[in-house]
């Protein structure tokens, strides 16, 4: 997997390209879309699960959605789509963007979570009789009673309700509030041989937020050894088993992708022999992996303010909120980094927005500052991984942080750069307010 940044003659480039000369040639604020990264995050893990597939002799397949609530631009969903084998929804309306980008491609999988209202479930039962390769992951008892009565031979699968996790000294390790009891998935096991349904996928997902090994194998050994053998063990026609989003980010750790995918096919190889039950094929359901890398915003350091004298603050010439919702929301680590001035020295300092808002502001918590470059003039700070999540949660082309524009939109895919879309006009503010 390529190292995305790099820094060459006191600059940083960032999947080789100088951010420095990108922000004085369009300008900053300025949000940067790679989609070459989204198809290499594609095609290398599912490289890795292949080859991990055939070393082991693994009797099943490795199929790679991209999640797409995790990013709705366009252009990142139709690069995704391209190279994953499939999508993966979760409401009515994502459903119905969906049905748009794979009208053509009727075979590819669609995979729908999330709790159905009447809406997306109706839209379920029409894209399987438009033809459509969708398959429905139920997540509570009253969707499986309402789709019975449908009387299609439907794909389904069942989200499992994970059990809360503790470590030995008692603190919660994970809590689920999704999928069905272990009660609900008996009388569905006794029941679905009197309906049409046919029943493919066990599906569990963790929150991805924060991979950590020890979690995932819990929650995977919890989903396969007390949901899936069983299951598989009564009804044949079971022959996924759906890991859920949450894989790993190699920026975040120097993670070897190989060993990972050897890692968890060789754990299904053992869990299923042990069991005596037939592999299954693995779905992955992919949001911030797919995603989260592919994007960088740009941002630059129009003042410095002494107050107090404590470490000095830099202000941006946006708002840090509108940068990084999903850190301010969801404690989620953005990288943040100056651009140039990096040959020089570096001092203790923070940053800060332009508005008058007191959270509109940046330094690690834990130390009070972040390291930046003393001289200021002309200085850059970039924001690292900033594709996965933010576009909803800052609702793109919306209004924002003390009605702030938004940063302009640049793509880059081969080396072409497109403009997406120009730094919000007052007009298109005022429009939404
Ligand atoms: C069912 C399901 N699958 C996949 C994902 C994507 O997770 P991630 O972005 O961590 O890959 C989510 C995220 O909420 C989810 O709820």
């Given amino acids: 997997m390529n190292n995305l940044v790099e820094v060459k003659d006191g600059e940083l480039f960032y999947n080789g390209f100088s951010l420095k000369k990108l922000a004085i040639e369009y300008g900053t604020p300025l949000k940067i879309t790679f989609l070459d990264i989204i198809k290499e995050r594609i095609t290398s893990l599912k490289e890795a699960f292949d080859k991990a597939i055939k070393e082991l002799n693994y009797n099943g397949s490795f199929i790679y959605l991209n999640a797409n609530k ?30 748009k980008l794979l009208e053509n491609q009727k075979d590819r999988y669609i995979v729908s979570n999330g709790y159905k209202m009447d809406d997306y479930l109706d839209s379920i039962v029409d894209a399987f009789k438009a033809g459509f ?11 499986y009673e309402r789709l019975k009565e449908k009387n299609i031979s439907l794909k389904v ?7 809360a ?14 999928g069905l009891t272990k009660d609900e998935i008996e009388y569905i096991k006794k029941d679905i041989k009197n309906t049409k349904l046919i029943l493919e996928v066990i599906h569990f997902h963790q929150r991805g937020f924060d991979y950590e090994k020890e979690k995932f194998e819990l929650n995977l050994k919890e989903a396969f050894n007390e949901y899936y053998v069983p299951l ?27 060993d990972y995918a050897k890692y968890v096919i060789t754990l299904l190889l053992n869990l299923s022999k042990e069991a005596g039950v037939a592999t299954p094929s693995i779905i992955s359901e992919n949001g911030k992996y797919s995603q989260k890398d592919a994007t960088i915003n740009i941002y ?8 107090d004298k404590v470490y000095p603050w830099y202000i941006v010439d946006s708002s840090l909120l509108i940068a990084l919702p999903e850190y301010y929301a969801l404690g989620e680590a953005i990288v943040v980094k100056p651009i140039n001035n990096l040959d020089g020295k570096f001092i203790k300092a923070r940053l800060a927005g332009v508005t008058c808002d007191c959270d509109d502001v940046y330094y690690q918590k834990d130390l009070g500052y972040i390291n930046l ?29 003390c009605l702030l524009p938004e940063e302009k939109d640049l793509v880059i895919k081969d080396s072409k750069i497109v403009v997406r879309s120009n730094l919000q006009t007052l007009e298109d503010i005022l429009s939404k307010i």
């Fill in 300 to 307: 630059k350091v129009i003042a410095k303010k002494d107050t």
């Fill in 133 to 143: 390769n969708i398959i429905d992951v139920i997540d509570s008892i009253d969707e």
């Fill in 157 to 163: 699968g069942l989200r499992v309700h994970l059990s």
């Fill in 232 to 258: 598989k063990k009564s009804i044949p026609s079971i022959k996924y088993f759906n890991i859920g989003g949450g894989t790993p980010l190699p920026t975040d750790y120097n993670f070897d992708y190989d």
């Fill in 373 to 401: 470059p003393e001289k200021h003039d002309d200085l850059y700070i970039a924001c690292l991984g900033t594709g996965s999540y933010q576009n909803s949660m800052n609702g793109k082309g919306g209004v924002h942080h």
């Fill in 70 to 99: 995790a990013n709705y631009g366009l252009l990142e969903l139709k690069e995704a789509s391209y190279y994953s084998d499939g999508l993966e929804t979760s409401s009515y309306y994502d459903l119905l963007l969906t049905r």
């Fill in 165 to 178: 996790k503790y470590n030995e000294e008692g603190d919660i390790l994970t809590d689920d509030r999704f």
